[in-house]
């Protein structure tokens, strides 16, 4: 049986083994984009495709808080 601390090394080392989006990392909406592995697999059943779901929720989110900032300026 593992401890705490060496069940949490094994999962932190398993997460960081993931294969990411190649896509998503030159995407300039990654800072507002939920995706992530999970995500990637349940909409492709594969971790290294994008969402298309979660791109239009980011541009959609991206569209929305420059409203807000034009709102905020008049």
């Known amino acids: 049986e593992l401890g705490f ?4 090394r094994v999962i932190n080392d398993t997460v ?5 989006c190649k896509e998503c ?3 300039n909406l ?3 984009c939920p995706s992530c592995a999970a995500s990637r697999y349940c909409e492709n ?3 290294t ?3 298309d779901y979660l ?4 541009e959609a989110y991206r569209d929305e ?3 807000l900032a034009e709102a905020h300026r008049s």
């Open 45 to 47: 059943g594969d971790m």
């Open 30 to 32: 990654r800072s507002l």
């Open 16 to 20: 960081r083994s993931i294969p990411g």
């Open 55 to 58: 791109c239009q929720f980011s």
């Open 49 to 51: 495709k994008r969402c």
């Open 5 to 8: 601390a060496e069940a949490w």
């Open 65 to 67: 808080l420059a409203k």
């Open 25 to 27: 990392n030159g995407c």
